[in-house]
Structure formats: structure tokens, C-alpha cells
């Protein structure tokens, strides 16, 4: 049944959100998956988002934020509803377009998975739907092509049937000899309760950045590296001085002094117990996920390394801070050029030979950009390290390492 709330703005297909960036629009969508990202702030405090991939039969695949009250009515949801989202507002952040529900948002469940695992029909699905006649329309589109093209419906629902079978599996009793567990779903991968090396197949969802002081609550989605791929600070945001060894941040921007207190004194991984200092990939939260679950995965500098196709902060930072020193000399030019300045110095003439050479930064940011762009069809090879007695956002899952082979696919 609709809600009673009235609608703000015209009800929409997928492929004509570009055209209605900033103003309030309506969606009828199937949930493909809701993802809800946890985090605690160092400084106190606690925010949620909810990440939402739908699609409908203009664009198979579309993501939606969900922030406030709209959170709650996600809870009821699962993969395979049919939904109504009301007065959502699309937005759009570098290339990418997606929505975002606002105070004046709110979601209803149209069909329930279940319902269409019974297909008898659209017309007899459309009894069960109380909208205008634009919304059936749109309802009856839907329908048939949910059906056309057959999301894996029957293989979520036969997970979530098995739940309570999955979770009464006897793991204990190879714990003394199973070192390495093979998991098919991330279902299986969040109910171990065994701590050993777990490798699954996922796709990368977000990357969440800790943040070391207390953030705005208009700035909370910066806190998510899909929010700030375009913007200057971004490499000052990942990256920071620690140990290459350990992972550990030992640089002075900790923030509160609780958060100084949690940095090891001694390196665990040295054999002196001496922290070795470079530029580190700060310490962040890999969200992954599949067809039905997610899983927040710690990722530090060593197994960062390896999701960033092997490029090193240290060649990142440097050369980050090279491109900047040549954006700094060709305005330089600009000036000489106009009268407004000396002539070159040899310094400036290096400088512009080095431009010549491997923009690592550039090769960098591309990865990162593949990496939070590759969608449900591009699965990674997951290798964690698990242990039980964490919570699951605090490093239960540790991420060893990344790979794409080709015969694991097959």
C-alpha cells in the first residue's frame, strides 16, 4: 500500500536521474541489496548510513543513501522487495549520480521477495498494490521485467531460509585442524566462529575513513572515500606517516589523546620491536559485499598495498607532491610569459623534465577509482585473517590479501 505522505516530485525511470540533480523525484525499484555502514567516531558519538543498490528496467543497476528516519524502514527490507522511495533527492558527486533520502523521505515495500517467488501473474500482483495509475504503469513494468531478466531471487531466498541451518553447523569441531576455511557467501564468512584464514569472492562497496576528530554532522559522508575521490586533500586523507611494518599511525595528527594512548609502543612485527617509519596507507575500513550480505573488512598498510595494485604510499605521496610542485611551475611559466616574473631557474627546468616521468598518483587514483566503480559483476578474491574475539567493526576481519585469478572464476 502507498503512504500517505505526499509527493514532492515526479516519479522517475533509473536512466533520467541525471536530469534531475538536486530536485526531489520518486522510485519504484527492486532491491538488489542494503548495505548499512557502522562506524564510532574517536571523539564520541555514532553515525549510520545505509548504502542501497536498486534497479529497474531503464538502469539495471542504481545506488541510494539512506540517512535518518529512512534507516528504520530499511531494517524490514531484504534482496528481491519491490519499493516505493518518496521524495528522494538525486545528487551527484564527480560522475557519479545517485539518491539520497532527506527528513521529507520515506520507503514503502510495494512486494515482498517472497511474493515473487509465487509468480502468478502481474495482474494478480497488482491487487496487493494501492497507486495511482502512473505508479501502476510503472509497477507493471517492473514485474515484467524482473522477471525477464530473473534476479537471483530463488538462491537469496534459499540463504535466508537456511540461516538458522547454517548457524547450528558444528565449526568447533575442526578447530584444531582446519587452519584455512573456504567461504562460498559472505553469510558464511560473518557467521565463523573460529578465528583462522578465510578466503571469499566480494565486491568492493566503500572504503569509510576513520576520522581522528570530531566531525560535523554535515560532513559525515566525507568520511567516505567515494564522497572525496575528487577532491585535493584526498592523498593527506589516506596517507600519513607510521610504520611500514605494523601499520600504525605514529604521526602527531592522532587527534584526542585516547587515540595517541592506542598506538603500540613496540612494533609486534619487528624482530628489535622497533617501528620502521615511512609514509603508511592509513589504517581504513574495506566494506565488501555479494548478492546478500556485507562484511567490514580492516585493511592496513601492507594488505593496502596489495588492493592498490602494489603501488607504495611512499611513491604515492612523493609523487603526489612532485605533480604539485609542476602545477606550481607552469603557473610560474604563465606569470613569465605574461612579464609578471624572473626567468626560469635551473630548479624550474628540472622540474619540467621530471613531468615527463610516471605519474604514479595518476596510475593510483585511477585504481581507487576502478576499485569503488567495479560493481557486483567484477569479484575479488578475498584473503582475511579472522579473529572471533573482535567485534566486526573493529578488525575482526583483517585483510591479508587481494588477488583476480582467472581460473578461481571458472
Not at 26 to 45: A, E, K, M
Request: aromatic share 10%.
Amino acid at each position: 500500500m502507498a503512504s500517505a505522505i505526499g509527493w514532492y516530485g515526479p516519479l522517475i525511470d533509473l536512466s533520467e536521474a541525471s536530469s534531475h540533480v538536486t530536485q526531489f523525484v520518486q522510485l519504484l525499484v527492486f532491491l538488489h541489496r542494503c548495505t548499512p555502514l557502522q562506524f564510532r567516531q574517536s571523539v564520541g558519538g555514532e553515525a549510520i548510513r545505509t548504502h542501497v543498490q536498486v534497479g529497474d528496467e531503464t538502469r539495471p543497476f542504481f545506488f541510494v543513501t539512506l540517512w535518518g528516519k529512512a534507516m528504520a524502514s530499511a531494517c524490514t527490507l531484504a534482496p528481491g522487495d519491490i519499493i516505493l522511495l518518496q521524495n528522494v533527492v538525486i545528487v551527484k558527486y564527480g560522475t557519479s549520480v545517485e539518491a539520497k533520502t532527506v527528513q521529507q523521505s520515506s520507503i514503502v515495500r510495494l512486494i515482498h521477495s517472497s511474493e515473487l517467488l509465487f509468480f502468478e501473474g502481474v495482474e494478480a500482483l497488482m491487487k496487493h498494490v494501492r497507486v495511482g495509475i502512473s505508479t501502476k504503469e510503472k509497477f507493471k513494468r517492473m514485474i515484467e521485467w524482473v522477471h525477464k531478466t530473473k534476479p537471483p531471487i530463488h538462491s537469496i531466498s534459499r540463504i535466508h531460509n537456511h540461516k538458522d541451518g547454517l548457524n547450528a553447523v558444528n565449526w568447533k569441531k575442526h578447530e584444531g585442524t582446519k587452519k584455512f576455511q573456504h567461504c562460498s557467501s559472505l553469510f558464511e564468512v560473518k557467521n565463523l566462529d573460529i578465528s583462522c584464514k578465510a578466503t571469499f569472492f566480494a565486491s568492493v562497496g566503500e572504503i569509510f575513513l576513520p576520522s581522528t576528530t570530531k566531525v560535523d554532522a554535515l560532513d559525515k559522508q566525507s568520511m567516505f572515500l567515494s564522497r572525496k575521490i575528487c577532491t585535493h586533500n584526498l592523498v593527506e586523507d589516506v596517507i600519513c606517516t607510521g610504520c611500514q611494518l605494523c601499520g600504525s599511525p605514529l604521526g602527531f595528527d592522532q587527534g584526542s589523546e585516547q587515540k595517541k594512548a592506542d598506538v603500540p609502543l613496540y612494533c609486534p612485527e619487528s624482530s628489535d620491536r622497533l617501528h620502521v617509519l615511512s609514509f603508511i596507507y592509513r589504517p581504513f575500513m574495506l566494506y565488501v559485499w555479494d548478492e546478500v550480505e556485507y562484511v567490514p573488512v580492516l585493511v592496513k598498510n601492507t594488505a593496502a598495498t596489495h588492493l592498490f595494485g602494489n603501488i607504495k604510499a611512499d611513491k604515492v605521496y612523493t609523487s603526489y607532491k612532485r605533480s604539485q610542485s609542476l602545477e606550481t611551475c607552469s603557473a610560474s611559466k604563465e606569470l613569465h610569459s605574461m612579464g609578471c616574473t624572473k626567468s626560469s631557474t635551473p630548479d624550474a627546468n628540472r622540474n619540467s623534465q621530471s613531468s615527463k616521468s610516471i605519474n604514479i598518483f595518476f596510475i593510483w587514483l585511477t585504481l581507487l577509482r576502478v576499485l569503488l566503480k567495479q560493481g557486483k559483476h567484477a569479484p575479488l578474491r578475498f584473503l582475511v585473517d579472522v579473529n572471533t574475539d573482535l567485534d566486526k567493526g573493529k578488525g575482526r576481519f583483517d585483510l591479508i590479501s587481494v588477488s583476480l585469478s582467472c581460473s578461481d572464476l571458472v
